[in-house]
């Protein structure tokens, strides 16, 4: 017996499907939930990863401690008003692909919950929510918020034409270093591109195991991967990732200045990127999504060394 339900109703969803009525979702009225399933706000995770580059940015760089946390509670809305804009982009892209695939088979586009027309006019709306938030921010900030749709736009093709969609991921996920050191000091300087290229190999790293999830179904459906590619090398690939970018987020600190208690703040950083090294198996679906999650942690003690070094 189909035990399947529509996840808008709350009922129970089939083991195929990563959707959840979970956090936000939860309260809010029917109508609303495949919208909120849509920007997946039942997993925050992506928001996460994709504002803590800015709060890097903003912890070594913020010229005053109401300016940060001012430019934190902006690109955190950003972030996820930004992150639901680039998931309903991908699904529309994917949306065929995605019924294909056992994990993704429930999002709301694959499975009809929402109509093609109904995803655009809700994209447009949350670009315009996003518009405002730029707008508040310095012109150099604006003009590299605004360069960022681009990748944002090209990620889901990347998928159908190279082993390293993870690299246009790499470049998305951490162009808010550059944007919030500009709207912290008005300009870019090099830490900026430290920090950013930092974010990069650390995105290539937690997007690899990420979709180690999804290898077998993937390359029955044509969809293209770092995990794919890799394979059985991801280890070493990763103990190259992690320790670049924690060489890259040392040199970003001295650049700018940070005191010497910076680098031994790192510390911790560099010990969780080693556990998930040493945990990982490729061939577990359940702890590479856990070791993914956990990269929100990761990027946090990177903010706090940064904070450190400027104590």
Not at 75 to 100: I, P, Y
Not at 255 to 274: D, E, I, K, Q
Request: glycine fraction near 10%; proline fraction near 7%; include cysteine.
């Amino acid at each position: 017996m189909d035990t399947r339900a529509d996840p808008s109703e709350g009922g129970p969803v089939a083991p195929h499907t990563d959707i959840r009525r979970e956090g936000l979702s939860a309260w809010l009225p029917a109508p609303l939930v495949p919208y909120a399933l849509l920007m997946r706000l039942d997993r925050p995770i992506g928001s996460w990863l994709l504002f803590l580059p800015g709060l890097w940015a903003f912890a070594a760089a913020a010229p005053s401690w109401g300016r940060g946390l001012w430019l934190t509670f902006l690109f955190g809305l950003g972030a996820v008003v930004m992150r639901g804009a680039g998931c309903v982009v991908n699904d529309l892209w994917d949306r065929d692909l995605d019924r294909q695939v056992e994990r993704t088979a429930g999002r709301p586009l694959a499975s009809g919950a929402v109509s093609s027309r109904q995803a655009l006019a809700f994209l447009a709306g949350l670009l315009v929510v996003g518009l405002v938030i730029l707008l508040q921010l310095p012109r150099a900030a604006i003009l590299l918020g605004i360069a960022s749709l681009v990748p944002i736009a090209l990620y889901p093709l990347a998928k159908r034409v190279t082993d390293w969609p993870q690299a246009v991921l790499g470049v998305v996920f951490t162009w808010a270093a550059p944007t919030g050191w500009a709207a912290a000091t008005g300009a870019l300087s090099p830490p900026a591109l430290l920090l950013w290229a930092a974010g990069f190999g650390w995105t290539l790293a937690y997007d690899t195991i990420y979709a180690h999830q999804d290898r077998e179904d993937d390359a029955l459906v044509g969809i293209r991967s770092s995990a794919l590619a890799l394979g059985d090398r991801t280890r070493p690939f990763l103990a190259v990732a992690f320790t670049g970018c924690i060489a890259l987020v040392a040199t970003a600190g001295l650049r700018a200045g940070l005191g010497p208690a910076f680098l031994v703040g790192l510390l911790l950083p560099a010990a969780h990127f080693a556990w998930q090294w040493w945990r990982l198996d490729i061939h577990d679906p359940a702890l590479c999504l856990r070791l993914f999650k956990s990269n929100r942690d990761a990027g946090l003690l990177i903010a706090l060394a940064l904070l450190i070094g400027r104590a």
